[in-house]
C-alpha cells in the first residue's frame, strides 16, 4: 500500500486548504482512513478519521466545527477540508491507513494505523 498526500501549503489563519490522499495497491475500500499531523518539536498526533464504509467520523477536539474528512472509495482517495484555519495547525500532515480491515471503532492512535503517507507541510501565517 502506498498513500501520497498533496494539497499543502502557505495559507493566512482564517483561510483554507483541502488536503488530499490517493492509495495505491491494497483494498482502499476496507480500511478506515486518518489525517494526523506533526508540528516541530511535538509529536503525532491524531486529526480526523473516517470509517471504512463512510458510516462514521471522528475529530480531534481542534478540528471539530473547521475540519471535515471525506473519501471516495472509488477513487480510493481520502480528503480534508480544513477550514477557519489557525497558526497553530501549522504542521506536517499524514495520511494514514488503518492496521486491520472493517474497523468497528474508528481509533485515534498512531499505532492502530500501518500505512503512512510522505506527509504535505501546511503552514498558517497569523
Known amino acids: 500500500v502506498q498513500l501520497q498526500a498533496s494539497g499543502g501549503g502557505l495559507v493566512q489563519a482564517g483561510g483554507s486548504l483541502r488536503l488530499s490522499c490517493t492509495a495505491s495497491?491494497?483494498?482502499?475500500?476496507?480500511?478506515?482512513m486518518g489525517w494526523f499531523r506533526q508540528a516541530p518539536g511535538k509529536e503525532r498526533e491524531f486529526v480526523a478519521a473516517i470509517k471504512w464504509n463512510g458510516d462514521g467520523t471522528v475529530y480531534a477536539d481542534s478540528a471539530k466545527g473547521r475540519f471535515t474528512v471525506s473519501r471516495d472509495n472509488a477513487k480510493k482517495t481520502v480528503g480534508l477540508q480544513m477550514n477557519s484555519l489557525k497558526s497553530e495547525d501549522t504542521a506536517v500532515y499524514y495520511c494514514?491507513?488503518?492496521?486491520?480491515?472493517?474497523?468497528?471503532?474508528?481509533?485515534?492512535?498512531?499505532?492502530?494505523?500501518?500505512?503512512w503517507g510522505q506527509g504535505t507541510q501546511v503552514t498558517v501565517s497569523s
Open positions: 494514514a491507513q488503518d492496521r486491520n480491515p472493517w474497523s468497528f471503532v474508528v481509533s485515534t492512535r498512531v499505532g492502530s494505523y500501518a500505512y
Open positions: 495497491g491494497g483494498t482502499f475500500s476496507s480500511y478506515t
